[in-house]
């Protein structure tokens, strides 16, 4: 079995910063891309950044040059340092990985349990 775990959300003020970050954890051998996901009450989970095992990233309009991704392969876990973080950044955030190779079979679409943040002053 594999666990996808986040942390760091919170309360922040507009304007602010947050670095979210999630471990995944049981027998792996590979994790392919792994991402960050959103969902605000009453709308469907959007993208907000998906880092591959090569270190290729890829953001929406919506966060570009505000969010950047990262990820540890070793040690199998990703952040999102968030800044200058609006009101409409407001949601549950969820992290995701694609592809896990546990050495005997593939899992696929793994996510976290979610961790709200919310911006707010």
């Known amino acids: 079995q594999v666990q996808l775990v986040e942390s760091g959300g919170g309360l922040v003020q507009p304007g602010g910063s947050l670095r979210l970050s999630c471990a995944a954890s049981g027998t792996i051998f590979s994790i392919n891309t792994m991402g960050w996901y959103r969902q605000a009450p009453g709308k469907q989970r959007e993208l907000v950044a998906r880092?591959?095992?090569?270190?290729?990233?890829n953001y929406p309009d919506s966060v570009k040059g505000r969010f950047t991704i990262s990820r540890d392969n070793a040690k199998n876990t990703v952040s999102l340092q968030m800044n200058s973080l609006k009101p409409e950044d407001t949601a549950v955030y969820y992290c995701n990985a694609d592809r896990i190779w546990s050495g005997r079979n593939y899992l696929y679409d793994q996510w976290g349990q979610g961790t709200q943040v919310t911006v707010s002053s």
């Open positions: 880092i591959t095992s090569g270190g290729s990233t």
